[in-house]
């Protein structure tokens, strides 16, 4: 993994979220780097869903929520973007794999753009194999492109839905928790497409995983009841963490 600092295309300032009058993340300032891995670590129920939910306004979409402070993409604040063309920019992929289940793979990867008539010079044919290629996917579905998505197995749905994400070309690629519904094997393929992926994009992944954190990070946030704890290079986080707390999560001391 590179040393090299890039300049950071996505950024908290001082971010608070939560539910009803309760705040699930406070004052979280964190970069998201561009064409880099970001891992959010940390135990169960310390704001890792909600921060990354809140990075392209999903979680506005759960009545009753709040959120202060500013993100910015591209030094642009967020909050005063239509959430549909944000989301273009910033896509979304989550725990299980959601392709729509009444559509082909075909269709699933094509969604986004018939939806946001996003086709440009390029025709459908030719952005859904590229997506399927850039999911690492093509090959292995080519010639059933017609099929129901949910005929695949939950490995490859992950990946369609990835592909569904990438068809539209965002900046940014946010994955909360893509892998702990999969088996090893599964988990194996999504983690190299990722290495693969950022050459191409920024990534943010949530992990519950440290393991996998640290095979396939740059960044890594580690969140504690709500606070971002520790931000830094991958190696540093897992190798010589500046706050105990981090010492003592990686170390298996909780969580």
């Given at each position: ?11 908290a300032r001082g971010l608070s979220a ?238």
């Amino acid at each position: 993994m590179s040393d090299e600092r890039t300049y950071s295309i996505l950024e908290a300032r001082g971010l608070s979220a939560g539910y009803g009058s309760g705040d699930a993340i406070r004052n979280v300032n964190m970069h998201f780097y561009d064409k880099r891995i970001t891992a959010i670590i940390g135990p169960s129920g310390c704001g890792k869903s909600t921060l990354i939910r809140c990075l392209n306004r999903m979680h506005e979409e759960i009545p009753g929520t709040q959120v202060r402070g500013v993100v910015a993409l591209s030094e642009r604040n967020i909050f005063h973007m239509d959430p549909v063309r944000l989301r273009r920019q910033v896509g979304m992929v989550f725990q299980r794999p959601n392709p729509f289940p009444t559509m082909s793979i075909f269709r699933n990867v094509a969604a986004g753009l018939i939806l946001n008539g996003l086709r440009g010079e390029r025709s459908l044919a030719e952005v859904v194999e590229t997506s399927l290629r850039q999911a690492a996917l093509f090959d292995e579905v080519k010639d059933k492109l017609d099929q129901p998505a949910l005929n695949l197995s939950g490995g490859q749905q992950q990946r369609l839905c990835i592909a569904r994400a990438l068809a539209v070309e965002p900046k940014v690629l946010l994955l909360d928790e893509p892998c702990s519904a999969l088996d090893p094997i599964a988990t194996a393929k999504i983690e190299e497409l990722l290495l693969q992926l950022k050459d191409q994009l920024t990534i943010v992944m949530v992990t519950h995983n440290m393991q996998q954190a640290a095979r396939v990070s740059d960044w890594t946030g580690f969140m504690l009841m709500g606070e971002l704890v520790e931000f830094g290079r991958t190696d540093e986080i897992f190798t010589t963490p500046r706050d105990p707390r981090t010492q003592d999560y990686i170390t298996g001391r909780f969580g």
